[in-house]
């Protein structure tokens, strides 16, 4: 049809994410949560999971579009923080604007744990 699927746009806030941990220095043990390449993670170690996604569409991106994805922590709580997003085109129109709830999880008990001091200061450093 022409633009891209809505469903792409997980996959760039995915990749917004990423990116922003590697900026902040976010290590894999302060996140404690490897990458889908890295295997043999214990299943002990607390990782993270995406507990809420928000996105609010303004126009179509088109095949080809060069996009920019402008990406802040908005808030951070006990066991969860808050990402911001903005995609914007070449012209800096905007495209989208969203919001992901991250949770800190421990798999093996099933449930939210508390987000270290350690990582707090590491989301905290890189901002839009």
Do not use: C, Q
Request: proline share 5%.
């Amino acid at each position: 049809m022409g633009h891209v699927n809505n469903a792409v746009y997980l996959t760039y806030l995915e990749e917004a994410r990423f990116h922003h941990w590697r900026v902040a220095g976010i290590a894999k043990r302060a996140l404690n949560s490897a990458p889908a390449s890295d295997a043999g993670v214990p299943d002990d170690v607390p990782g993270v999971i995406v507990a809420r996604v928000e996105i609010d569409y303004r126009r179509p991106a088109k095949y080809g579009d060069l996009l920019r994805i402008d990406v802040g922590v908005a808030a951070i709580g006990r066991t969860s923080f808050t990402y911001e997003y903005e995609i914007v085109d070449g012209s800096n129109a905007l495209i989208a604007s969203a919001r992901t709830v991250i949770v800190r999880f421990d798999y093996a008990a099933g449930k939210p744990v508390p987000i270290s001091e350690e990582l707090k200061k590491a989301l905290t450093r890189a901002v839009r």
